[in-house]
T-cell receptor
Framework: GAVVSQHPSWVICKSGTSVKIECRSLDFQATTMFWYRQFPKQSLMLMATSNEGSKATYEQGVEKDKFLINHASLTLSTLTVTSAHPEDSSFYIC?????????????FGPGTRLTVL | RKEVEQDPGPFNVPEGATVAFNCTYSNSASQSFFWYRQDCRKEPKLLMSVYSSGNEDGRFTAQLNRASQYISLLIRDSKLSDSATYLCVVNRYKAGGSYIPTFGRGTSLIVHP
């Protein structure tokens, strides 16, 4: 299947710092990538849809100024958690939409576990 | 009402058992449906798509009932390695040509010897 990588796989940071997470589609070009957050024993919550060359579309309740998304190329999207706080600690997962499937199929990165102290 | 609902379980079954999960969705405009499997502290992996006519992949059978707005997953001859959380994903079409995926909370399956 298609491969999506994420970096870093885990990060621990102090409150108030910013953290950047990268999502790459390794063997296909993805015009659309999704960013999710998953708290323990909860479902994946879609945060935003990242579109190459245009602004991201954020879901209701997600602060666009806090979660900055940049999709500068067809294989890379980044999520920056600005001024992170302990309540931002979560598992952040990206996915890339597989072209040629009608846009409906997506493959996930391995996730980034963020812990804010 | 949540857009996609699943019984969180856990479903605790012995090896060799047959187990079935359901997932209901509230948006009748939903277009495509999938089952994903997620192991503890890992990313979800696609298990199978769900087609209106129903589809089977080895021990796994998925079905879609549009009239009642639910999808199901049947696992026959359960293996220990089937222990995981099974996520129901519903895509709805959004104007502009995109699909918006919504995940259920997941159903936990534990297969014991």
């Amino acid at each position: 299947g298609a491969v999506v990588s994420q970096h870093p796989s885990w990060v621990i940071c102090k409150s108030g710092t910013s953290v950047k997470i990268e999502c790459r589609s390794l063997d296909f070009q993805a015009t659309t990538m999704f960013w999710y957050r998953q708290f323990p024993k909860q479902s994946l919550m879609l945060m935003a849809t990242s579109n190459e060359g245009s602004k991201a579309t954020y879901e209701q309740g997600v602060e666009k100024d806090k979660f900055l998304i940049n999709h500068a190329s067809l294989t890379l999207s980044t999520l920056t958690v600005t001024s992170a706080h302990p309540e931002d600690s979560s598992f952040y997962i990206c996915s890339a939409r597989l072209p040629g499937t009608g846009g409906s199929q997506q493959f996930f990165g391995p996730g980034t576990r963020l812990t804010v102290l | 009402r949540k857009e996609v609902e699943q019984d969180p379980g856990p479903f605790n079954v012995p090896e060799g058992a047959t187990v079935a999960f359901n997932c209901t969705y509230s948006n009748s405009a939903s277009q495509s449906f999938f089952w994903y499997r997620q192991d503890c502290r890992k990313e979800p992996k696609l298990l199978m798509s769900v087609y209106s006519s129903g589809n089977e992949d080895g021990r796994f059978t998925a079905q879609l009932n549009r009239a009642s707005q639910y999808i199901s997953l049947l696992i026959r001859d359960s293996k220990l390695s089937d222990s995981a959380t099974y996520l129901c994903v519903v895509n709805r079409y959004k104007a502009g040509g995109s699909y918006i995926p919504t995940f259920g909370r997941g159903t936990s399956l534990i297969v014991h010897p």
